[in-house]
């Protein structure tokens, strides 16, 4: 089924400002994603929506630690959609409540061509989720803007900010929870970040509570591979420019343990090969052939570009949902909704770089 093309919501000010902006233009989506939750947390781990918001509590006293500021514009955020804050923190805290035994999705890959540096990846998740996804531009006071493509009600998910810092995320099915960011907070931190370090420091500083992968982009053509948990991240580094990755766990530095579906090996060989033979050699590349790879059907239905697939339990399927290519150093992003093989319409937002006199 082709998807209706994407709209931006553009919030500015302060962080409560830009919550209210949030919760307010998409209340009824938050709603819904509240809905979603509450279905997923039962067929994923067992519990309703009350449960979770206990289970969420424990995660407050982490941000307070690592990003304080952003608690403000998660009350605004609940406060703008007539909910209650705990509901706002369980929602940017999903992925620590639900991913203990979520099916993984999503395929993610960097490419350094030339003087260019791109990000792009699928967004794969729950098709209940779809029309969910918002499109956020976010000018803070006293930070650079920044693109954010997620679910409504959450702080951050995919995107770029104007310094040219990009971020991707794979999720990682496992058990591992201990201390540090919530993954959606962190992310929200990354693409407040000036540069590529600040960026990382993130996972290595202030760190990430339970595993993930983050690819993380600059504009001056550097590109890193992440896989994030309580303790030191795992590493990828580009590879002839290049950096894959699915949902499953090969760097991590502490072996911590995953339980990745087994499609996430083949797609990532699938990646790495497409990124080998498909483009060109030489010349210019563009988004079109980037969506392309995006595009795969190899291995279907459990492929890069993932479709309905019957085969799998119910509280298990996932599907594309959305997919995105940034080239960061021109500071361009574009998505096309729903699956990409589906549709050329896009949506394209350009940032600029922000003035250093």
Not at 158 to 167: T, Y
Not at 211 to 222: D, K, M, Y
Not at 300 to 321: D, G, V, Y
Not at 335 to 343: D, M, N, S, Y
């Amino acid at each position: 089924m082709l998807q209706e093309l994407l709209a931006v919501t553009e919030l500015s000010g302060s962080r409560r400002e830009i919550g209210l902006a949030h919760g307010r233009t998409h209340a009824r989506l938050i709603q819904r994603s509240l809905e979603v939750y509450d279905r997923l947390f039962h067929d994923f781990v067992g519990i309703r929506w009350a449960r979770a918001r206990v289970e969420a509590e424990r995660f407050g006293a982490m941000i307070e630690r690592g990003f304080p500021e952003i608690l403000e514009e998660m009350d605004a955020i609940a406060e703008g959609a007539g909910v209650e804050a705990i509901d706002i923190l369980t929602l940017n805290c999903r992925s620590e409540i639900s991913l203990t035994r979520a099916s993984g999705g999503c395929s993610a890959f960097a490419l350094g061509r030339g003087d260019t540096q791109w990000l792009a990846q699928n967004w794969d998740w729950r098709t209940d989720q779809l029309h969910n996804v918002v499109v956020l531009k976010i000018s803070g006071q006293g930070q650079a803007p920044l693109v954010s493509i997620g679910e409504a009600g959450m702080v951050a998910k995919i995107g770029m900010n104007a310094h040219g810092i990009g971020v991707c995320l794979n999720a990682i099915r496992s058990q591992t929870c201990g201390e540090g960011l919530p993954i959606h907070v962190a992310l929200r931190k990354i693409l407040e970040s000036p540069d590529l370090q600040s960026a990382v420091s993130v996972a290595s500083r202030d760190r990430v509570c339970s595993p993930a992968h983050f690819l993380i982009g600059s504009a001056e053509g550097e590109a890193v591979g992440l896989e994030v948990n309580p303790g030191e991240p795992g590493r990828l580094e580009a590879e002839g420019g290049v950096v894959t990755h699915t949902n499953h766990l090969y760097a991590a530095a502490n072996r911590v343990e995953d339980f990745p579906r087994p499609d996430s090996r083949p797609r990532l060989a699938r990646l790495d090969e497409l990124l080998r033979e498909s483009l060109p050699a030489r010349g210019e590349i563009g988004e079109s052939e980037l969506f392309e790879i995006l595009s795969d059907h190899h291995g279907e239905p459990l492929s890069i570009c993932r479709h309905f697939n019957p085969a799998q339990p119910e509280e298990e399927r996932m599907e594309t949902l959305f997919g995105v290519v940034m080239n960061l150093s021109e500071r361009r992003l574009t998505v096309r909704h729903g699956k990409p093989c589906e549709t050329e319409d896009t949506l394209t937002i350009s940032l600029s770089p922000p003035n250093r006199s």
